[in-house]
Structure formats: C-alpha cells, structure tokens
Nanobody, 122 residues
Framework: QVQVVESGGNLVQPGGSLRLSCAAS????????IDWHRQAPGKQRELVAT???????QYADSVKGRFTISRDNARNTGYLQMASLKPEDTAVYYC????????????????WGQGTQVTVSS
C-alpha cells in the first residue's frame, strides 16, 4: 500500500509565497509522474503542474511564471513552490503520483494525497 502525505498549506497575503510538499511511502518501485491539482470552492478540480520522470515540467497558464514544480526521487517527494500568490490561487491543493508498485510491477498505479488548504487573503 502507498500513502501520500501533503504539507505546507497556509494562509498567506497576496504577493506572498508558499512551498507545498508531497511525500509518498510504501511499496514504490519508481515514480513516473507527479501532478499538483487544485480545487477552489464551487469549481472543478484543475491540473496546476506536472513533472515527468526526466524532470520536464508543465504548467497551467494561470500559474506559469509564478509556480515551480520539482521532485526529489531519492525521497519520493514532490514540491510546488508558489510565488506572487493571488486570491484566485485560494484552493485545496492535491498531489498525485503515477508510480510503479513493487507488488504490481507490470502496470502503473496512482495515489493521491489528502489535500492541503492554501488561502490567499489580506
């Protein structure tokens, strides 16, 4: 079984910064892709950023130039560095791992974190 634990959400003023972390543990052979998603009240969940196993990042247009996704393969951890935060960035942020489970090495598995609240307000 794989567990995903997120941390780093907080209340921050507009223009501020936060760093979210997401650590996976359990029967992980390798991690292919790490995603960060967010869901604001009354809105659909949206993909914010993705990083592949060869460290290629992609970003939603709404966060490009302000957010940076990264990963530490040795620690099975993903990060989302957020800068120049805006009130519209307020949401619950979720990370997701696409990984190879050592118990099922011939297919890709997915695991999600529980979410961490980011609130941008003065």
């Amino acid at each position: 079984q794989v567990q995903v634990v997120e941390s780093g959400g907080n209340l921050v003023q507009p223009g501020g910064s936060l760093r979210l972390s997401c650590a996976a543990s359990g029967s992980i052979l390798s991690i292919n892709v790490i995603d960060w998603h967010r869901q604001a009240p009354g809105k659909q969940r949206e993909l914010v950023a993705t990083i592949t196993s060869d460290d290629m990042p992609q970003y939603a247009d709404s966060v490009k130039g302000r957010f940076t996704i990264s990963r530490d393969n040795a620690r099975n951890t993903g990060y989302l560095q957020m800068a120049s935060l805006k009130p519209e960035d307020t949401a619950v942020y979720y990370c997701a791992f696409a990984y190879v489970d050592s118990r099922y090495p011939y297919r890709q598995s997915d695991a999600w974190g529980q979410g961490t609240q980011v609130t941008v307000s003065s």
